[in-house]
């Protein structure tokens, strides 16, 4: 398994961006697929997450509403729509990927992406 994060930036408060992550795996069978992030001093945190097959959504409590899961299965590519972007939103964001049911432990995920920057300008 493979996982290639991209997308990160510097953006201003109010703003967006888009995150992606190719997967590259031999199968998406039972795959669920999540994004965490963590900021510099704090423990890892489930940001959102999203059942390959079915493509069922879950989000953290800090971003509901503002940012948005979704997959591209031609692609194999997962996305991170990211709105209304806050000082807090700050951190390095990393794709996991699991097989199983949805989880928002970080210590449950065997598969990791690299990593992307988001850095959040007040």
């Known amino acids: 398994v493979q996982l290639q994060a991209s997308g990160g930036g510097l953006v201003q408060a109010g703003g967006s961006l888009r995150l992606s992550c190719a997967a590259s795996?031999?199968?998406?069978?039972?795959?669920?697929m999540a994004w965490f992030r963590q900021a510099p001093g704090k423990e890892r945190e489930f940001v959102s997450g999203?059942?390959?097959?079915?493509?069922?959504?879950y989000y953290g409590d800090s971003v509901k509403g503002r940012f948005t899961i979704s997959r591209d299965s031609a692609k194999n590519t997962v996305f991170l729509q990211m709105n209304s972007l806050k000082y807090e939103d700050t951190g390095v964001y990393y794709c996991?990927?699991?097989?199983?049911?949805?989880?928002?432990?970080?210590?449950?995920?065997?598969?990791w992406g690299q990593g992307t920057l988001v850095t959040v300008s007040s």
């Open positions: 999203v059942r390959w097959s079915g493509g069922t959504t």
């Open positions: 996991a990927l699991r097989y199983g049911a949805s989880n928002n432990y970080a210590k449950y995920y065997a598969y």
């Open positions: 795996v031999r199968t998406f069978s039972s795959a669920y």
